[in-house]
């Protein structure tokens, strides 16, 4: 176990930063709990449980035949679903009953259509439960900035840091991002970001298929009524979302396409993820020729 008493603050602060990014949201419980005693209460519990089922058995089996525990004058009228299995009691807070995929992606396209701004659809979104996201992040993190100059850049996905904050790009991969920016003349300020899925995934996991096709009509949506000139994608994930196929980002990266989204047409780049230039530091080059082909298409 690792004592916090042994560390220095740098150390205490990346400690708690890498278990953030792992998906860890509470280090400790606001009361001290013993687990050990919990699991022998809990066996114990099971104990008396088993014995009490026992010893109903056996008063069963001295009773003589032909009789009935209950006397005619107590004995209850029997229900239609007698010999049947009673149904569970419900359970409070339980979670609500999976919505089937199809029906979720119809449910998610009807509330996009019905969007008729981006406030509009924010509240749509917010009120959204096909999507079991939702149940495990903190925040919708929805498109942020300015959408009037034309530009806008989508990420895969909320991190750890966007969820808590509830505003995309936030943290240290923001901060990534905002170099990026500015190395050619732009802030987070002047364009709209947003993620192909609102909710981070529990422990920064790649969102499945089923999760992405729930989630395609609210960022199409967004695309649509932002209608921007420029679209910049960040990653993996989200260039194969826009564009299809199996090809890796390296393969997708920095060449333009035009897609056609809400009947809009947007010209459209992929490039590196903020997370990927931290991983492999020497991609950075790759990432910097896209900026610099972004920066001569949107100034031409």
């Not at 001295?62 to 010999?83: D, K, L, W």
């Not at 895969?156 to 936030?170: H, K, L, N, T, V």
């Not at 060449?255 to 950075?284: C, F, M, N, Y």
């Amino acid at each position: 176990m690792i004592s916090a008493d042994n560390l220095s603050p740098g150390q205490l602060a990346a400690l708690l930063a890498f278990h953030a990014d792992a998906g860890v949201e509470w280090l400790m419980e606001e009361e001290p709990v013993d687990r050990f005693a919990e699991f022998e209460a809990m066996k114990a519990a099971r104990s008396d449980l088993r014995q009490q089922a026992d010893s109903r058995q056996q008063a069963s089996a001295s009773q003589p035949a032909g009789r009935s525990e209950a006397s005619p004058a107590t004995r209850q009228p029997a229900s239609p679903a007698a010999g049947q299995a009673r149904a569970p009691a419900p359970v409070a807070n339980a979670p609500a009953v999976a919505i089937p995929d199809a029906q979720a992606v119809k449910e998610a396209q009807f509330a996009a259509d019905s969007a008729r701004s981006l406030a509009e659809l924010r509240l749509a979104m917010e009120g959204f439960v096909g999507c079991n996201l939702r149940n495990s992040a903190r925040n919708l993190v929805f498109a942020e900035g300015d959408p009037s100059n034309g530009i806008m850049i989508v990420g895969p996905m909320p991190y750890a840091d966007d969820d808590r904050d509830g505003q995309p790009f936030s943290g240290r991969l923001g901060d990534m991002l905002n170099r990026m920016l500015a190395g050619i003349g732009l802030s987070r300020e002047g364009v709209l970001l947003s993620n192909v899925v609102p909710w981070r995934p529990p422990g920064n996991r790649v969102p499945t298929a089923r999760e992405a096709d729930i989630c395609r009509p609210f960022i199409e949506r967004q695309v649509a009524l932002a209608e921007p000139k420029h679209l910049l994608l960040l990653g993996n994930f989200t260039a194969r979302f826009f564009f299809g196929g199996s090809d890796t980002i390296h393969q997708l990266r920095g060449e333009w396409r035009d897609l056609q989204i809400g009947g809009h047409t947007v010209q459209t780049l992929a490039t590196l993820h903020p997370q990927d230039l931290v991983t492999a530091p020497i991609s950075k080059r790759f990432a910097w020729q896209d900026m610099l082909a972004f920066k001569a298409r949107i100034s031409g």
